[in-house]
């Protein structure tokens, strides 16, 4: 089997890959949705080098790129063509992609709410302008406000046993509102070119914006107190001083992690020695490396036990079997996995079920991405009834990572840029 084309479209709000072949066998897979600028970009230069290639020989695609890829977003375009590799090796041997990554050990995986944007929300839907986030996106809503929203998620059918939270110089609009930006830290700049993904900011925080941050974890833990767990994701932008002191202030609330507090989405390094600083000095879970690329950037984290909680995202760690290498490796050393994975969509979640069902027990749940608009649900197929119930999503068989396109309605909603996607 040979690789005949590469292409790209966005759908609704979801960048998806397709691999077509000679054999008329093709493979899909999406990438996070803000990267489009850099695919457009970095398309033109990767699709020369595996076209041709067999693409069921997914070792040997990613040693022809992955070397030319890096840290998020500029191995995007590696991560989705590795997993849509996989979906193809997966269709051509007639077994779903977990089966060739040495198969399941668990029938169900555990999934976090960390977008507030999914199909939980969805039901929750109150009348047509509701927008579906809830109160968690608001930056209004109150602490208690936000817990409400994290219950209602805990007790819907899907029944979220984990949410996340933007907080911190990550989720600072809810701060700086109240605050001021000028209040919140001490040399604070905030730009965020069109297209970039996130802009510049953090530095060290001012004691008020410090106590506001405990103060709102106090009021929210109040509201779901066990019935939940909580992660918060915090940053980049904090300094080791502020993260040390936020961490260990929050110790009594059990928060099931904090997340990039130092270093972290969109930042080219790791802070691996800052990190074991931090980690150290806190019983709270420190998590990180949802914008880290491959697994030999991880081995200084993991081997110097530097953080609880590692988090790669498939669509930019360099793909599925990426990121199962990867949990292997930090379950030898103790280091918990929660994978990212934001707003990757239907395929982002489907493959993120086919690695994470075999994974070992140091797997605890990944970010679970949904379609969007709604009406993607209307042109993929694959999903199994109720497949997200009670927290967990339910793995299921179907050959490749198990969802399809229902061609003629997707169709329907391609831009005209992208009009021969599908032919
Ligand atoms: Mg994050």
């Known amino acids: 089997m040979k690789i005949t084309d590469v292409k790209t479209a966005l759908i609704g709000h979801n960048i998806v890959l397709r691999i077509v072949t000679d054999k008329g066998i093709d493979g899909y897979s999406e990438f996070e949705n803000t990267k489009e600028s850099y695919i457009d970009a970095l398309l033109p230069f990767f699709k020369p080098l595996i076209l041709g290639c067999d693409p069921t020989d997914v070792n040997g695609i990613m040693w022809r790129i992955r070397r030319a890829g890096a840290f998020k977003p500029w191995g995007a375009v590696v991560s989705s063509i590795e997993m849509a590799c996989w979906d193809i090796a997966g269709k051509e041997a007639g077994v779903p992609v977990y089966k060739l990554l040495g198969g399941k050990v668990r029938d169900k995986v555990r999934v976090y709410n960390g977008s507030f944007k999914t199909e939980a929300m969805k039901a929750a839907k109150k009348d047509e302008n509701d927008d579906l986030r809830g109160k968690a996106y608001e930056n209004d809503a109150t602490p208690e406000e936000v817990g409400e929203s ?12 984990m949410a996340k939270m933007a907080f911190g110089w990550h989720g600072g609009v809810r701060f700086f509102k ?10 604070t700049y905030y730009d965020r070119p069109e297209g970039t993904g996130r802009g510049n900011i953090g530095s060290l925080l001012t004691e008020r914006a410090l106590n506001a941050m405990i103060e709102y974890v106090d009021r929210l833990k109040s509201v779901t107190k066990d019935k939940i767990g909580i992660a918060l994701d915090c940053g980049p932008g904090m300094t080791v001083p502020d993260a040390k002191r936020f961490a260990k202030a929050v110790e009594p609330y059990n928060l099931l992690w904090i997340e990039d507090t130092i270093a972290g989405d969109y930042t080219p390094w790791t802070m691996a020695h800052a990190y074991r600083d931090l980690t150290t000095s806190t019983t709270t879970p420190i998590h990180t490396g949802e914008q880290i690329y491959l697994r030999e950037n991880f081995r200084e984290l993991i081997e110097g036990q530097c953080v609880n909680v590692v988090g790669p995202d498939p ?6 079997a990426e990121l ?3 949990a292997e490796y930090a379950d030898l050393h103790g280091i918990l996995m929660a994978p990212h994975g934001t707003f990757d969509g239907i395929f982002g979640m489907a493959a993120l079920t086919q690695v994470c069902c075999t994974m070992p027990n140091n797997y605890i749940a990944y970010e679970f991405p949904a379609g969007n608009p709604d009406w993607w649900y209307d042109i993929v197929e694959g999903l199994p009834e109720d497949y997200l119930r009670d927290g967990h999503v339910k793995v299921w068989d179907k050959p490749g990572i198990g969802v399809e396109f229902n061609i003629p309605k997707a169709e329907k909603y391609l831009l005209e840029k992208d009009k021969d996607f599908f032919r």
């Open 315 to 320: 669509a930019d760690v360099g793909g599925i």
């Open 324 to 326: 199962k290498w990867i």
């Open 178 to 187: 109240k605050i001021g930006l000028d209040e919140f830290g001490y040399n």
């Open 150 to 161: 994290m219950l209602a998620l805990s007790e819907r059918p899907e029944g979220f046993t």
